[in-house]
């Protein structure tokens, strides 16, 4: 089970960008497949975007934020990123990564616990 800890949020106007991280510890992270979750207040946690093991070839996406987002790791540094671009209020959440594993075409997250994530805010 990979760990992570989740930065970069913050507060943003409507259209803004943002890029968040998630750093991991465990020298296992080149063959975790990792997902962006986030969850509004008052909301079940989504999945915003994955990314495969290894060379992340496999990226997956909710529909709300196609074209938006963008999810990239980098093996050396042990981190997954999201870049954010063209923000909407509907954005706002806190935003938390976790390993997942694929399931069915879509991907759930592993068993263990979830950081403490970064919120990001998006005013109108």
């Known amino acids: 089970q990979v760990q992570f800890v989740e930065s970069g949020g913050g507060l943003v106007q409507a259209g803004a960008s943002l890029r968040l991280s998630c750093a991991a510890s465990?020298?296992?992270?080149?063959?975790?497949?990792v997902g962006w979750y986030r969850q509004a207040p008052g909301s079940q946690r989504e999945l915003v975007a994955a990314?495969?093991?290894?060379?992340?070839?496999?990226?997956k996406y909710a529909d709300s934020v196609k074209g938006r987002f963008v999810i990239s790791r980098d093996n050396a540094k042990k981190t997954v990123y999201l870049q954010m671009n063209i923000l909407k209020p509907e954005d706002t959440a806190v935003y938390y990564c976790?390993?997942?594993?694929?399931?069915?075409?879509?991907?759930?997250?592993?068993?263990?616990?979830w950081g403490q994530g970064t919120q990001v805010t998006v005013s109108s």
């Open positions: 976790h390993e997942v594993v694929g399931a069915g075409g879509t991907v759930v997250p592993t068993r263990g616990p």
């Open positions: 465990a020298n296992t992270f080149l063959f975790a497949y």
């Open positions: 990314i495969s093991s290894g060379s992340g070839e496999r990226l």
